[in-house]
């Protein structure tokens, strides 16, 4: 499996959703259901994949991230994230 580029256009797989949130102390966690089993996603996963709705691009995922976290090197969130959505399409969590 491939990993993104800036076309893409990440959107959560078939058979997978949105399952309820929570508070955990002061962070919001929110878990994604899928055929086999759940994940919890929090913090900066959380917001990467909240984004990955179909419409936004890759890149334009990417261009939002490097303004919420400006003081990061912009190609280290780029590889991050795009390791972290390939390791998602591998799980068939996220296709793109």
């Known amino acids: 499996m491939a990993a993104p580029t800036d076309t893409s256009q990440p959107r959560l797989a078939a ?3 949105w399952g309820p949130s929570s508070q ?8 994604v259901l899928f055929p086999e089993g759940a994940i919890k996603l929090q913090g900066t996963g959380r917001q990467v994949l909240e984004r990955c709705d179909g ?8 261009a939002e991230l490097q303004t919420e976290f400006g003081k ?3 190609e280290k969130i780029r590889a991050d994230i795009g390791l972290f ?12």
Do not use: A, N
Not at 85 to 96: A, C, F, S, T
């Open 55 to 62: 419409q936004r691009t890759f890149g334009e995922i990417i």
């Open 15 to 17: 058979g997978c959703r």
């Open 24 to 31: 955990s102390g002061t962070e919001e966690t929110r878990m």
């Open 72 to 74: 990061t090197d912009p």
């Open 85 to 96: 959505l390939e390791q998602l399409q591998k799980k068939r969590i996220v296709d793109y």
